[in-house]
T-cell receptor, first 116, second 112 residues
Framework: DTGVSQNPRHKITKRGQNVTFRCDPI?????LYWYRQTLGQGPEFLTY????????KSRLLSDRFSAERPKGSFSTLEIQRTEQGDSAMYLC??????????????FGSGTRLTVV | QQQVKQSPQSLIVQKGGISIINCAYE??????FPWYQQFPGKGPALLIA?????SEKKEGRFTISFNKSAKQFSLHIMDSQPGDSATYFC???????????FGTGTQLKVEL
């Protein structure tokens, strides 16, 4: 499978617990992005990495959220002290830096988080 | 601040009909406008995209019309099929930027 892989697909957690999601991008892609999508809305940008460097973070990414891409390959997104408002689909995407070519900008199937 | 506005929220079209979804943007720095298709439980998949120096782009049954002066663009799906039933998102991107700004989505249902 050469697509963007996200694990787990679904996560149910109790409020206050910490959760971690993983994203494996397309192997040759050097850029990796995280988005959040709530029900009935379009995805919203959270953060992106070029190789292992985190180059931009949205104001949506509160201090309870942290993302890493330690070796420039897979990435993790951790949410600490989860709140019910964190319930959403968390999408990962990857691309190869090449001007504005969006045809390589590929999304994974997401991790659906439910905070109870 | 919603930078890309999309309408309608939902759309029902008969099989073989034309589906039309509209979007408007505010930020003139946007220079690439894609449309994404999303099925339940899946991530968005790129359908077709256009640059603002082109007024129309067609790929198979899908056409984007772009009006730069009005800052509006639309997706037309010709000969709509039940398999086209999905949620469609317009988006905007800057070549120098790294993030997509999405509209709120249109849930399309194509009935037999």
């Amino acid at each position: 499978d050469t697509g963007v892989s996200q694990n787990p697909r679904h996560k149910i957690t109790k409020r206050g617990q910490n959760v971690t999601f993983r994203c494996d991008p397309i192997s040759e892609h050097n850029r990796l992005y995280w988005y959040r999508q709530t029900l009935g809305q379009g995805p919203e940008f959270l953060t992106y990495f070029q190789n292992e460097a985190q180059l931009e973070k949205s104001r949506l990414l509160s201090d309870r959220f942290s993302a890493e891409r330690p070796k420039g390959s897979f990435s993790t997104l951790e949410i600490q002290r989860t709140e019910q408002g964190d319930s959403a689909m968390y999408l990962c995407a990857s691309s190869l830096r090449r001007d504005s070519d969006l045809y390589g900008y590929t999304f994974g199937s997401g991790t659906r988080l439910t905070v109870v | 601040q919603q930078q890309v506005k999309q309408s309608p929220q939902s759309l029902i079209v008969q099989k073989g009909g034309i589906s039309i979804i509209n979007c408007a943007y505010e930020n003139t720095a946007f220079d690439y406008f894609p449309w994404y298709q999303q099925f339940p439980g899946k991530g968005p998949a790129l359908l077709i995209a256009i640059r603002p120096d082109v007024s129309e782009k067609k790929e198979g049954r899908f056409t984007i019309s772009f009006n730069k002066s009005a800052k509006q663009f639309s997706l037309h799906i010709m000969d709509s099929q039940p398999g086209d039933s999905a949620t469609y998102f317009c988006a905007a991107f800057t070549g120098g930027g790294n993030k997509l700004t999405f509209g709120t989505g249109t849930q399309l249902k194509v009935e037999l």
